[in-house]
T-cell receptor
Framework: GENVEQHPSTLSVQEGDSAVIKCTYSDSASNYFPWYKQELGKGPQLIIDIRSNVGEKKDQRIAVTLNKTAKHFSLHITETQPEDSAVYFC????????????WGAGTKLIIKP | DTAVSQTPKYLVTQMGNDKSIKCEQNLGHDTMYWYKQDSKKFLKIMFS???????INETVPNRFSPKSPDKAHLNLHINSLELGDSAVYFC???????????FGEGSRLTVL
């Protein structure tokens, strides 16, 4: 079945710098890759997603890239701000997972002032 | 107007007790879920349910049972609570079982 690995588990960056979180997946049939942000005491919230028919998607300061050949996708956050501090989860979905999301283990992003 | 609401937010109980967590969504979605998040923040799906099918994660003990009185509600019942059940439980919903998940704010269960 599908397996999603996420790195790093913790990432600390200076405010204003960029942050990159990477995920790899095992099932080449996966075709949907969302990223969720979980703030302290809250449930995860979708921030951006990408489908396998595109290689990159951008929404203001966040972007996601997908490399289907290498089976990895990444979240890029530019000009980081204190409110970006949170836990970020990647996930993958496809036919082989019975269209259930398979989640990465999460990355705790810390923005240093 | 909370989209996915769950109660209680906090629950402290003794080992061996039976407890329930309630979830309601006002989004008109067809599919609802229960997730368990442990102390390391790992998200594990427990159940997904729509009006046609209940999918159970095979690793979930049968002490856990979802009950859906209608399409907008999916409650979680837990029997004979154990220490290892301590976690944050999240309810979520989605349209058609694909695409964006909308999560509740979580219910923190502590078993003493």
């Amino acid at each position: 079945g599908e397996n999603v690995e996420q790195h790093p588990s913790t990432l600390s960056v200076q405010e204003g710098d960029s942050a990159v979180i990477k995920c790899t997946y095992s099932d080449s049939a996966s075709n949907y890759f969302p990223w969720y942000k979980q703030e302290l005491g809250k449930g995860p919230q979708l921030i951006i997603d990408i489908r396998s028919n595109v290689g990159e998607k951008k929404d203001q300061r966040i972007a996601v890239t997908l490399n289907k050949t290498a089976k990895h996708f990444s979240l890029h956050i530019t000009e980081t701000q204190p409110e970006d501090s949170a836990v970020y989860f990647c996930a993958a979905m496809g036919q082989d997972s019975n269209y259930q999301l398979i989640w990465g283990a999460g990355t705790k992003l810390i923005i240093k002032p | 107007d909370t989209a996915v609401s769950q109660t209680p937010k906090y629950l402290v109980t003794q080992m061996g007790n039976d407890k329930s967590i309630k979830c309601e969504q006002n989004l008109g979605h067809d599919t609802m879920y229960w997730y368990k998040q442990d102390s390391k923040k790992f998200l594990k799906i427990m159940f997904s349910y729509n009006n046609k099918e209940l999918i159970i994660n095979e690793t979930v003990p049968n002490r856990f049972s979802p009950k859906s009185p209608d399409k907008a509600h999916l409650n979680l019942h837990i029997n004979s609570l154990e220490l290892g059940d301590s976690a944050v439980y999240f309810c979520a919903s989605s349209q058609d079982g694909a695409g964006e998940l909308f999560f509740g704010e979580g219910s923190r269960l502590t078993v003493l």
